[in-house]
């Protein structure tokens, strides 16, 4: 079965600054999805960034980028030029290429932002 | 893109009680998927409903608890019955973009219920 690990429970972060958030992930298929989702305060979940296994460019979207190891089954989020509106829940989430998959969550990690 | 909409956002409940959740999806879609987030918790799925089948229910928990109805491709429904403070939790309901752009999985705002 495949596992998500996320291996830091809070972080912190100096506005302006950059944070790494932590995931490994544990799975025998070679064909997968892995995404890094936020939950802010109003609990909606938003897609910060997905990264296809089979890519070996690591996903970028504006401040938000990811390094993926697919060797090492390790898949962290990089936030540059930390803003206060980052400050949320971030779970890490695998989902294998299946289309009749599901989508499993790790435990989260809550960043928090210094002004 | 799906946009997806749930009723009630919250609730308070009596022990013992049931309480239906609509999902609203603004596309067609072929699957449907049920999660709890119990507070500080992460999300775990409940089960996954197909129109015009049963749907399939994860390990530790039972349609007797949780029944489902998906009576279309744009509509389904979560009942958390008999109710105890245990179920006092975040259910999400979300759905599986197969689209051209992003296979991407998109969620619902959430229902809070507080079971008293």
């Keep these: ?115 | 893109s799906a946009v997806i909409s749930q009723k009630p956002s919250r609730d308070i409940c009596q022990r013992g009680t049931s309480l239906t959740i609509q999902c609203q999806v603004d596309s067609q879609v072929t699957m449907m998927f049920w999660y709890r987030q119990q507070p500080g918790q992460s999300l775990t799925l409940i089960a996954t409903a197909n129109q015009g089948s049963e749907a399939t229910y994860e390990s530790g928990f039972v349609i007797d608890k949780f029944p489902i109805s998906r009576p279309n491709l744009t509509f389904s429904t979560l009942t958390v019955s008999n109710m105890s403070p245990e179920d006092s939790s975040i259910y999400l309901c979300s759905v599986f973009s197969s689209g051209a752009a992003r296979n991407e999985q998109f969620f619902g705002p959430g229902t809070r219920l507080t079971v008293l």
């Design chain 1, 1 to 115: 079965a495949q596992t998500v690990t996320q291996s830091q429970p809070e972080m912190s972060v100096q506005e302006a600054e950059t944070v790494t958030l932590s995931c490994t992930y544990d799975t025998s298929e070679s064909d997968y999805y892995l995404f890094w989702y936020k939950q802010p305060p109003s609990r909606q979940m938003i897609l910060v960034i997905r990264q296809e296994a089979y890519k070996q460019q690591n996903a970028t979207e504006n401040r938000f980028s990811v390094n993926f190891q697919k060797a090492a089954k390790s898949f962290s989020l990089k936030i540059s030029d930390s803003q206060l509106g980052d400050a949320a829940m971030y779970f890490c989430a695998y989902r294998s290429a299946s289309s009749a998959s599901k989508i499993i969550f790790g435990s989260g990690t809550r960043l928090s932002i210094r002004p």
